[in-house]
């Protein structure tokens, strides 16, 4: 089955312990990204990688580190995690970049909550 | 970064109404999408518009692409219990996709 799948789905963290969220897709897409969801403020995008090797920051990329060593994986990692990253954190990919990165397929979400 | 602005916040209908929601951008996009997000899953899409006017139905959705290209509107007629969830409008820019804040939609049966 297509799909982009997230681990772990929920986790409870203190500040400062690093975490790292993992993304894998296995439809061969050029393009994986994260965004985060808060009450209100819908999804924001925190980074975004076009193909291996090549990421960039979104709109609230602080506090997060990415790596895109391979075309199916691309983890979401958290140095020293904080309260105010306390989210829902969702991983999605896109077959590439320009107008067929619109077309997003998302995971099913990771709940990041740090004490 | 670039906003969009999704109105209403949130609506709670009666089974069997119509629903509309729009959202609005200070800049103009060559694509508008809309998402729906169930509670415990990631966001799907529902109807892509590619050109300013189109009008493009997806079942009881039907979702229009504004001719100012600075607004869409996504309605839904005859509402059921299962089209509860979070509806979200996107639109790219540069490289990013950026969404709105979502409308919340709840449904009594």
């Known amino acids: 089955e297509a799909q982009v799948t997230q681990n772990p789905r929920y986790l409870i963290t203190v500040t400062g312990k690093k975490l790292t969220v993992t993304c894998s897709q296995n439809m061969n897409h050029e393009y994986m990204s994260w965004y985060r969801q808060d009450p209100g403020l819908g999804l924001r995008q925190i980074y975004y990688?076009?193909?291996?090797?090549?990421?960039d920051k979104g709109d609230v990329p602080e506090g997060y580190k990415v790596s895109r060593k391979e075309k199916r994986n691309f983890p979401l990692i958290l140095e020293s995690p904080s309260p105010n990253q306390t989210s829902l954190y969702f991983c999605?990919?896109?077959?590439?970049?320009?107008?067929?990165?619109?077309?997003?397929?998302f995971g099913a979400g990771s709940r990041l909550t740090v004490l | 970064g670039q906003q969009l602005n999704q109105s209403p916040q949130s609506m709670f209908i009666q089974e069997g109404e119509d629903v509309s929601m729009n959202c609005t951008s200070s800049s103009i996009f060559n694509t508008w999408l809309w998402y729906k997000q169930e509670p415990g899953e990631g966001p799907v899409l529902l109807i892509a518009?590619?050109?300013?006017?189109e009008l493009t139905s997806n079942g009881r959705l039907t979702a229009q692409f504004g001719i100012t290209r600075k607004d869409s509107f996504l309605n839904i007629s005859a509402s059921i219990p299962s089209d509860v969830g979070i509806y979200f409008c996107a639109g790219p820019y540069g490289n990013k996709l950026v969404f709105g804040a979502g409308t919340i939609l709840r449904v009594k049966s």
């Open positions: 999605a990919s896109s077959l590439s970049a320009g107008p067929g990165a619109n077309v997003l397929t």
């Open positions: 518009l590619y050109k300013a006017g």
């Open positions: 990688s076009m193909n291996v090797e090549v990421t």
